[in-house]
């Protein structure tokens, strides 16, 4: 599907990618939501930007900000993949700040290939800010086998739900265990720290839950800090919707709402469950 | 000598309030203690860093910073009175610590007015007499005196030329800054990328801040700012400071100036002014960092 717009003016003519966001907060919003680590890969697709960055082969957390969300979007080749400093990307998107009630701060990526920066140019109230990213050969990603044939267990939660069961996990302990259970009809989180054992039940049949597909009981156990890796993106969700394929490998899928668009853009969480010694 | 001062306008005492709470940041960030003089002169108060009135704007090591403030004590204060001992002797210099200054003024909000001026207890006191509103409306309202120990500077010691207002007279080019919300969120950002600021500015009024490091470069531009072209010889000037002291600078400024303007002098420093109304005039001067 060639979702490659027709640029409106020939300034996108000479980039491989050129891109226009009359509100450059919608991408540092999706662009800190899964910065936890300082690099990232970022790549211009057909249909949009994806921003992925990765710890130790162990999570992978991907912003997708889809075409419709720009107001002019142009890729030269199927895909334009680039390594930079996230955290560096995310301070320039933020330059200007952001004072409430004012005109939004306007962005244009350009990015002319391979050898050169990416470019940002940020414009507020009569101030321009040009911003030149080294860029880096992109490191190829692990690959979570994140089959999606493979998805054992599914539910869709309201954020709100989820945000209150992960606050009641107690962090003293790194290991967060999850069950979707097919007798009992729940999702339950539980923690085993010092004190003692923490267990949040949210039944299917609660209104914090959408959907519960459960083909199998499931247990896993997970690391903390990387549902802490989403807590960004969890909060700027309005759903979540959680997906477990049957080696017990997460995803999580993240629905965040664009308000000044009327449009939704996604936030995926990908991690495989904690070997246990026992 | 006599001195005495009194806010009862809760305007002027809010305002008195951000000036010492600017004087204390700007303290906090010298190189010696966090010690302030305050000269008292007939209508205007100045503060100055102990370390300052000796250097006397000469920097020997790069990133350093000074700062001279002069309030107009008969504006901001609804009474305000000084005289000297005697002719010779037309002002006084004391030595305080800002931070205790500031604790006073922020006790409490339910301020009706203060009084100003200088006891000796024991020693030299600042002596601080607030009374406050009472707590409901048919409550008498209560007086609280603070003493704060400062020290009388003898004028031996500290010439009266070591207090006079930096001189700006071999300024090439003074251009307006932005705005200090725009500045300041600015500097912050740019803070977070690298540890030197250049800032360039021409004749035609255009302002240029940038930092440059090996991972990213940023540069804002900024156009028709009021500029000011006192030295013909060059069409751009510019500076290369450290962010932190420049990120210092512009986070210590409590009051809400009319502007703040910086001036190219040499290569050896920035020398930045930041005015309000009249008011108050405040010095600050970041030696740049040489290549």
């Known amino acids: ?278 | 000598m006599k001195f005495g001062a009194k806010l009862i306008n809760t305007e002027n005492i809010e305002q008195f309030t951000e000036i010492v709470s600017t004087v204390n940041k700007l303290c906090s960030k010298g190189s010696g203690g966090k010690t302030c003089i305050i000269k008292l002169n007939h209508d205007s108060m100045c503060f100055v860093l102990p370390e300052f009135a000796s250097n006397h704007m000469l920097f020997y090591n790069s990133g350093q910073v000074s700062f001279w403030m002069r309030i107009d004590a008969l504006l901001l204060f609804d009474f305000y009175i000084f005289e000297g001992k005697s002719i010779e002797k037309s002002s006084v210099m004391i030595e305080i610590l800002p931070e205790n200054l500031l604790h006073v003024l922020k006790s409490t909000p339910n301020v009706k007015n203060l009084k100003l001026k200088l006891a000796n207890k024991q020693t030299v006191c600042l002596s601080i007499e607030i009374e406050y509103c009472g707590i409901s409306f048919k409550s008498k309202s209560r007086t609280i005196i603070h003493d704060i120990p400062v020290k009388i500077i003898s004028s031996s010691f500290m010439a009266m030329k070591d207090f006079q207002e930096p001189n700006l007279k071999d300024t090439a080019l003074s251009i307006q800054m932005p705005g200090l919300k725009t500045l300041k969120h600015m500097i912050e950002r740019m803070k977070a990328m690298g540890d030197h600021i250049t800032i360039e500015a021409t004749k035609n009024g255009d302002l240029t801040i940038r930092i440059q490091t090996e991972c990213v470069s940023v540069s804002s531009y900024f156009k028709n700012l009021p500029v000011q072209v006192k030295k013909n010889e060059l069409c751009s000037y510019s500076m290369r400071l450290s962010i932190r002291r420049m990120n210092d600078f512009i986070n210590s400024i409590q009051v809400k100036p009319d502007k703040i303007i910086c001036n190219f002098i040499n290569n050896k420093y920035a020398h930045f002014l930041v005015i309000q109304n009249g008011n108050l005039v405040l010095h600050y001067l970041i030696s740049s960092i040489l290549d």
Not at chain 1, 64 to 69: E, S, Y
Not at chain 1, 103 to 119: D, Q, V, W
Not at chain 1, 255 to 260: D, G, H, V
Request: net charge negative.
């Open chain 1, 1 to 278: 599907m060639n979702t490659t717009l027709i640029t409106r003016s020939n300034e996108g003519e000479k980039y491989l990618l050129y891109a226009k966001l009359d509100n450059a907060k919608i991408l540092y919003n999706l662009a800190k939501s899964v910065n936890f680590k300082e690099h990232a890969v970022f790549c211009a697709l057909d249909s949009g930007l994806k921003i992925s960055c990765e710890d130790a082969k162990s999570t992978q957390g991907i912003a997708f900000v889809h075409t419709d969300l720009f107001q002019e979007y142009s890729v030269k080749e199927d895909c334009v993949c680039i390594k930079i400093n996230l955290s560096v990307l995310i301070e320039c998107l933020n330059i200007f700040g952001s004072i409430v009630n004012s005109i939004p701060t306007a962005l244009k990526i350009c990015y002319e290939g391979y050898g050169h920066p990416l470019s940002l140019l940020l414009e507020d109230n009569g101030i321009i800010t040009e911003c030149n990213i080294k860029t880096m050969e992109a490191d190829s990603l692990v690959n979570f086998e994140f089959d999606f044939d493979r998805i054992i267990n599914k539910i869709i939660i309201k954020s709100e739900g989820l945000k209150e069961a992960l606050s009641e996990i107690d962090v003293s302990n790194d290991i967060i265990e999850i069950v979707i259970s097919i007798e009992k009809q729940f999702l339950r989180l539980s923690s085993f720290g010092l004190i003692g054992d923490t267990h949040i039940d949210i039944p299917a049949s609660s209104d914090y839950i959408e959907s519960f597909d459960c083909k199998k009981t499931q247990v896993n156990r997970y690391k903390v800090s990387f549902f802490r890796n989403s807590l960004k993106a969890l909060v700027s969700s309005s759903k979540v919707a959680l997906r477990i394929t049957d080696s017990g490998v997460m995803g999580i899928q993240f629905l965040i709402p664009i308000p000044e668009l009327s449009k939704m853009a996604f936030v995926e969480f990908y991690f495989c469950p904690d070997e246990e010694i026992e």
